[in-house]
């Protein structure tokens, strides 16, 4: 005898409501929220933001029920023979409930990871690659995720925008990205951090600037945050 069940049960009836409203009022309010965002040394002595491949896949998760898919198009290895960096062309396609198809593509790059010194017993020498499959995943991961700014996810990092805690527009209820009880307490106080660390400038600089001598005699971070700004931009 086969029982029959009374209603199909997916995966995304299995996730509560709570989390999807959170990742469409992050893809509506294009702000990713403070806890997952990263910070990481870039080229030219730079920090960049951005986020992790987790992030932005379980957000498209949330958001399509699913319903998405990726695949690389095109790989190359820069130079072929010693490649210093390889390149993965990806395409990212989602569908809507109605199964209408939506899709962008994008490159991911990764640079070669290589060995610093020799390990003779191992075979390995200095400037040998470690893993080159290991560093095309990478670029698979990171093609996906600029495939994943179009659609509008972390679109305010991917996208070249400033960070926008401290926005004359951050009006939210407590507790979402953005909001903050008079720019004061811990989440504040991480944005304005991350926005110092992008900036370059040396901490005692901004001490000195804001004439306070530590981050908990700041009262308001968003005046921090706009002084500092008007100094930098005044150079």
Known sequence: MTVK???????????????????????????????????????????????????????????????????????????????????????????????????????GQKDISKWSKDNIAKGQKAGDPIAIFDDLKAAYSDGIKKCLSYFGIAS???????????????????????????????????AFSKYVAKTGKLWSDIFKVLEVKNLSEIDDYKIAYTKIKAWIEEG
């Open 5 to 107: 069940a009374d209603k199909e049960v997916t995966i995304f009836d299995a996730i509560p409501i709570k989390e999807r409203q959170e990742a469409v009022q992050n893809l509506i309010k294009g702000r990713t929220p403070l806890k997952d965002i990263k910070q990481r040394d870039g080229r030219g002595n730079t920090t960049l933001n951005y986020v992790n491949t987790y992030f932005m896949t379980r957000q498209i998760s949330l958001l399509t029920g699913w319903r998405w898919t990726s695949g690389c198009i095109e790989e190359r290895f820069y130079p072929e023979d010693k490649p210093r960096e390889v390149g993965a062309k990806m395409k990212v396609t989602i569908w809507d409930a109605q199964g209408k198809e939506y899709s962008h593509t994008s490159w």
């Open 156 to 190: 305010d990092i991917y996208g070249g925008k400033e960070l926008e805690f401290f926005a004359d527009d951050s009006e939210d209820s407590e507790g979402s990205p953005g909001a903050t009880v008079g720019f004061a307490g811990d989440e504040a106080k991480t």
